[in-house]
Nanobody
């Protein structure tokens, strides 16, 4: 079980960048599959990026080419670099262990993209 704590959110103008960090109190094993999710007001939580134990990545079409997920298992950390941000990226962002355990959700970090 991974207990995530997200940070790095904030207010940014359209076209700007943010780097989100996820610190885990537990161990992120080399077998772990980790994901970044987001939930906008009135919307369902959606998967935006995923990274496997061997560093393969997948992205939602809406963020492909703009977001980059990475991990540092030695530091129990997962990151999301967000570039060319758009107002529709506004949401609470969560990191999450998807495998081998479908883990608990943290409190998330708010990202607001507005001019």
């Amino acid at each position: 079980q991974v207990q995530p704590v997200e940070s790095g959110g904030g207010l940014v103008q359209p076209g700007g960048s943010l780097r989100l960090s996820c610190a885990a109190s537990g161990s992120i094993t080399r077998r772990s599959i980790m994901g970044w999710y987001r939930q906008a007001p009135g919307k369902q939580r959606e998967l935006v990026a995923r990274i496997t134990s061997d560093l393969r990545t997948n992205y939602a079409d809406s963020v492909q080419g703009r977001f980059t997920i990475s991990r540092d298992s030695a530091k129990n950390a997962v990151f999301l670099q967000m570039n060319s941000l758009k107002p529709e990226d506004t949401a609470v962002y969560y990191c999450h262990e998807d495998y081998p355990n479908f883990g608990a959700w943290g409190q998330g970090t708010q990202v607001t993209v507005s001019s």
